[in-house]
């Protein structure tokens, strides 16, 4: 790609940005949402972040699923869960989780 | 002394809280380690992609939209035509649509520049923050202090991070698998959205979707999944309201 077409590129993703993220703030109070869409929505914010997750700890660089302990992800996402689950606190268990994941990671290389 | 006193002072949503800035920004504190490396993350993955420095930096600042980006570069790389990365760029956004629909009402009275940035610069986490604290978009002191101060050092992790990956470029070894920071930072905040069995029946439907629909074309199956799992988690909790307005 040509050094202009990047720019229209970068451009166009801001555009796209702005359409999602602002679309709603902009003219939401004209359009009211149905009840059922309302309830439905309340739960999309879990399912969002879930569909982010699940193919970063599941998939491996090859696209295919992987759910046995040589997922080292899959392992120390499931274990930092845990750790949060008991001590609810997010800056310990990234620090744990990465920790570790790390130290499985330098572990199955040996 | 004078702005203490509720005599003096209007209570307004717009009207500067400081108490509500700073528990805004004690909240969202944590969450910011894993912004910054998911932006460090994004930011070397720009300039190894092969966007020049200039317009890696032109897209962090400009776009701030990490899995669009992410998106985004491969399909720079191949050539793919301007309307297919505008597309992409739309799905992969699409639960911020979702997000912007649950916030906005909170804040209709603001004027229009002020509701164009605050919806721009809203992550996903900030978002989820600001909801499982305010979960009514009834008027109330505070409520936009708390979101600033949720949503303004989100914006200033990410860019910091992702500038510092734009610089370090390739220094930094792909093993240490930075991004995994980011994915432990949404755990964190999906985990306390995931009480009762509808909201984890969604949950798990969700992500089980997302992973065997992660081959379609366009991240559509980010789409399918999130839809997916609103579908479920509502169908199991009118089944279950049903239930209890039979037996009650």
New interface residues.
């Given amino acids: ?1 040509a ?1 202009w ?22 003219v ?2 004209r359009v009211t ?1 149905p009840k ?1 869409v309302q ?3 309340r ?17 491996a660089a090859d ?1 295919q ?1 992987v759910l046995d302990a040589s997922n080292l ?1 899959l392992v ?2 499931i274990v ?2 845990v750790y ?2 008991l001590r609810r ?3 310990e ?3 744990f ?2 920790a570790f ?2 130290a499985l ?1 330098l572990i199955s290389v040996i | 002394m004078i702005e203490s006193s509720p005599a003096a002072a209007a209570p307004c949503v717009a009207t500067h809280h400081e108490p509500s800035w700073r528990a805004g920004v004690k909240t969202g504190l944590p969450s910011l380690f894993g912004i910054g490396a998911w932006g460090l993350v994004v930011g070397i993955a720009m300039v190894k992609s092969g966007l020049t420095i200039p317009q890696a930096l032109g897209m962090t600042l400009v776009v701030f939209a990490g899995s669009a980006q992410l998106a985004a570069l491969p399909l720079i790389a191949a050539d793919a035509p301007i309307w297919v990365i505008f597309v992409t760029a739309l799905v992969v956004n699409l639960r911020f649509v979702i997000f912007s629909a649950l916030l906005a009402p909170h804040f209709a009275h603001l004027p229009w520049r002020q509701r164009l940035t605050l919806g721009y610069v809203s992550g996903d986490i900030s978002v989820a923050l600001f909801l499982q604290k305010y979960p009514s978009p009834a008027p109330e002191i505070g409520k936009l202090s708390y979101l600033k101060g949720l949503l303004y050092p989100n914006w200033a992790s990410w860019q910091i991070g992702s500038i510092a990956g734009v610089l370090l470029g390739s220094v930094v070894p792909p093993e240490w698998n930075l991004s995994f920071a980011g994915t432990l930072a949404i755990i964190c905040v999906m985990v306390p959205l995931t009480a009762g069995r509808p909201a984890l029946c969604g949950v798990l439907v969700a992500g089980a979707v997302s992973v065997l629909a992660h081959g379609l074309p366009y991240k559509l199956g980010l789409l399918a999944a999130v839809l997916a799992g609103m579908l479920s988690a509502m169908l199991v909790g009118e089944t279950a309201e049903k239930l209890r307005s039979k037996h009650g």
């Fill in positions: 790609m050094d077409e990047i720019w229209v590129v970068i451009f166009v993703l801001a555009l796209a940005t702005a359409a999602t993220r602002s679309g709603f703030w902009l939401g109070h949402i059922r309830e439905m929505l739960y999309a914010p879990a399912c969002a972040l879930a569909a982010i997750v699940a193919p970063d700890l599941i998939l696209g699923p992800k120390a996402g930092a869960t949060y689950l606190n997010m800056l268990t990234i620090i989780g990465m994941f790390t990671r």
